[in-house]
C-alpha cells in the first residue's frame, strides 16, 4: 500500500496562536482512518490545515507523492481532496445547487453525471432537489453534506465530525454510507469523537491538546489503559 496524505512536524493555528504542535501523520491509499479526540482537540483545525483554508505555521504535507502545503485550497480540491465541514452545507441554497457547487472544478458533463450518481445513491435528495438545504434535518444534511463532498469525485475524503448533531438511527445510517464508499476505495480521514465509527476504521489516530498521543490499530488502542479510559470510559 502506498501513501495517500502525510505530515510531517506540522504545526499550524490561527494567527499568533499555535494549536497544532508537529504533527506526523501518515494515511495510506484506500484506508479509513479515524481522528479520534475531544473537543477542542484540535481536529477541524487540522483538517482545515490539510485543504489548504488554514495556512500551517510549519512543516510539511505530502499529497498523492507531492508536497502541497504551499498549494490553495482549489488546487487541493482539483487534485483530488474533497472536505465536508461539521456544517457541511450552505443552508440558503437548496440541494441541487449545494450540490452543482460541490463540482464546481468539474465539466458541464461530468456535473451532469455525478448529479444523476448522487441522487441515485440518495434518493431522499433526488425528491427533493430545489429545498433549501436549511430546512433539511440535521441528519438529511449531513447526508447531503457527504453527497457534496462526493460531487468531485474525490480520492481523498477528510470529513469533519460527520455523526455531530445526529440520532442515534442517523449515525448508523451513516456508518452505512461510509461503509460503501470505503468498498469504493475512497481513502477517508473521518474526525470523530463518538467511538462508534471505529468499526470502519482500518487504523485510529488520537489527537490531545493538538498533538497526536496514539496512532495504530484500534485493537492496540483499546489495549492503552489511559486511551481506553478515556474514551470508552473503561477502567
Ligand atoms: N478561528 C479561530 N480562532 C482562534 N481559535 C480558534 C479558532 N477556531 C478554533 N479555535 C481554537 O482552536 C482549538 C481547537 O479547535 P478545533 O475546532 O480545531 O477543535 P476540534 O477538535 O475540532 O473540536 P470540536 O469537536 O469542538 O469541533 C480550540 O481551543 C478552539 O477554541
Same mark, same amino acid.
Not at 502525510?6 to 484506508?31: C, H, K, N, V
Not at 469533519?160 to 440520532?167: I, N, Q, V, Y
Given at each position: 500500500?502506498?501513501?495517500?496524505?502525510?505530515?510531517?512536524?506540522?504545526?499550524?493555528?490561527?494567527?499568533?496562536?499555535?494549536?497544532?504542535?508537529?504533527?506526523?501523520?501518515?494515511?495510506?491509499?484506500?484506508?479509513?482512518?479515524?481522528?479520534?479526540?475531544?473537543?477542542? @482537540?484540535? &481536529?477541524? $483545525?487540522?483538517?482545515?490545515? *490539510?485543504? !489548504?483554508?488554514? +495556512?500551517? %505555521?510549519? /512543516?510539511?504535507?505530502?499529497? #498523492?507523492?507531492?508536497?502541497?502545503?504551499?498549494?490553495?485550497?482549489?488546487?487541493?480540491?482539483?487534485?483530488?481532496?474533497?472536505?465536508?465541514?461539521?456544517?457541511?452545507?450552505?443552508?440558503?441554497?437548496?440541494?441541487?445547487?449545494?450540490?452543482?457547487?460541490?463540482?464546481?472544478?468539474?465539466?458541464?458533463?461530468?456535473?451532469?453525471?455525478?448529479?444523476?450518481?448522487?441522487?441515485?445513491?440518495?434518493?431522499?435528495?433526488? @425528491?427533493? &432537489?430545489? $429545498?433549501?438545504?436549511?430546512? *433539511?434535518? !440535521?441528519?438529511? +444534511?449531513? %447526508?447531503? /453534506?457527504?453527497?457534496?463532498? #462526493?460531487?468531485?469525485?474525490?480520492?481523498?475524503?477528510?470529513?469533519?465530525?460527520?455523526?455531530?448533531?445526529?440520532?442515534?438511527?442517523?449515525?448508523?445510517?451513516?456508518?452505512?454510507?461510509?461503509?460503501?464508499?470505503?468498498?469504493?476505495?475512497?481513502?477517508?480521514?473521518?474526525?470523530?469523537?463518538?467511538?462508534?465509527?471505529?468499526?470502519?476504521?482500518?487504523?485510529?489516530?488520537?489527537?490531545?491538546?493538538?498533538?497526536?498521543?496514539?496512532?495504530?490499530?484500534?485493537?492496540?488502542?483499546?489495549?492503552?489503559?489511559?486511551?481506553?479510559?478515556?474514551?470508552?470510559?473503561?477502567?
Amino acid at each position: 500500500m502506498s501513501q495517500a496524505l502525510f505530515t510531517r512536524g506540522l504545526s499550524s493555528g490561527y494567527g499568533p496562536l499555535q494549536i497544532l504542535w508537529d504533527i506526523d501523520f501518515m494515511a495510506q491509499r484506500a484506508e479509513t482512518l479515524v481522528l479520534l479526540g475531544s473537543n477542542g @482537540a484540535g &481536529k477541524t $483545525t487540522f483538517l482545515k490545515t *490539510l485543504v !489548504g483554508l488554514i +495556512r500551517p %505555521m510549519r /512543516g510539511e504535507i505530502t499529497c #498523492l507523492d507531492q508536497r502541497i502545503e504551499a498549494w490553495s485550497t482549489d488546487r487541493r480540491i482539483r487534485s483530488g481532496m474533497a472536505y465536508m465541514s461539521e456544517l457541511g452545507v450552505v443552508p440558503s441554497l437548496s440541494i441541487a445547487e449545494n450540490l452543482t457547487l460541490g463540482s464546481y472544478f468539474q465539466t458541464t458533463a461530468a456535473r451532469k453525471a455525478q448529479l444523476h450518481e448522487m441522487y441515485d445513491r440518495f434518493p431522499d435528495l433526488a @425528491a427533493r &432537489k430545489r $429545498t433549501l438545504a436549511g430546512s *433539511l434535518s !440535521g441528519g438529511q +444534511r449531513k %447526508m447531503l /453534506g457527504i453527497a457534496k463532498a #462526493l460531487m468531485s469525485k474525490p480520492s481523498i475524503l477528510l470529513l469533519d465530525e460527520p455523526s455531530a448533531g445526529l440520532s442515534p438511527l442517523y449515525v448508523n445510517q451513516m456508518i452505512d454510507l461510509l461503509r460503501s464508499l470505503k468498498q469504493e476505495a475512497v481513502t477517508m480521514i473521518i474526525a470523530e469523537q463518538n467511538t462508534k465509527f471505529l468499526e470502519l476504521a482500518d487504523r485510529v489516530s488520537v489527537l490531545e491538546s493538538g498533538r497526536i498521543s496514539f496512532q495504530g490499530a484500534v485493537d492496540d488502542l483499546t489495549q492503552n489503559d489511559t486511551l481506553r479510559q478515556a474514551y470508552f470510559g473503561i477502567h
